[in-house]
């Protein structure tokens, strides 16, 4: 059975607040939870940011830091799904999200965000090489 690692303990990020870890490392992969716009020094749902780019740079902020914890790095990403939760503001999401992927591009889906969590534009999760 290929081992499990939960990826709980990020350098200056709080503890998962609800019940899910940061991200599993598996069977040569990172699977990164879906991460809000949250101050990672800050409170669970202390959000950085009122416009779609501050949220989409300071979620993918948090992928990064919480890739780095798990020994993987932004350019060993192979997928993405962002969560929208409005869906009119991709534009503005979608330029923000090229500043982090300048070289190959991985694979992306968006999706319409269903949870309501207050000033929350955006959540993004990731999949990445170990």
């Known amino acids: 059975m290929p081992a ?12 998962p607040h609800s019940p899910y870890s940061h991200a599993i490392v598996a ?10 716009p949250v101050q990672p020094a ?9 416009t779609m780019q501050e949220q989409t740079r300071q979620a993918l902020r948090n992928v990064q830091a919480i ?22 503001l991709y534009r503005e999401m979608n330029e923000a999200y090229a500043e982090f992927f300048p ?19 955006v959540a993004i999760e990731a999949i990445a090489l170990a």
């Open 4 to 15: 499990i690692h939960h990826v709980d303990d990020v350098p200056g990020y709080p503890a």
């Open 27 to 36: 069977n040569g992969f990172v699977f990164v939870s879906g991460q809000i």
């Open 42 to 50: 800050g409170g669970p749902t202390e959000v950085v940011g009122d």
């Open 67 to 88: 890739l780095a914890a798990a020994g993987s790095s932004l350019d060993r990403v192979v997928k993405v799904t962002v969560l929208l939760a409005r869906p009119d």
């Open 103 to 121: 070289g190959p591009k991985p694979a992306r889906a968006m999706v319409r965000f269903g949870a309501d969590i207050p000033g929350v534009l």
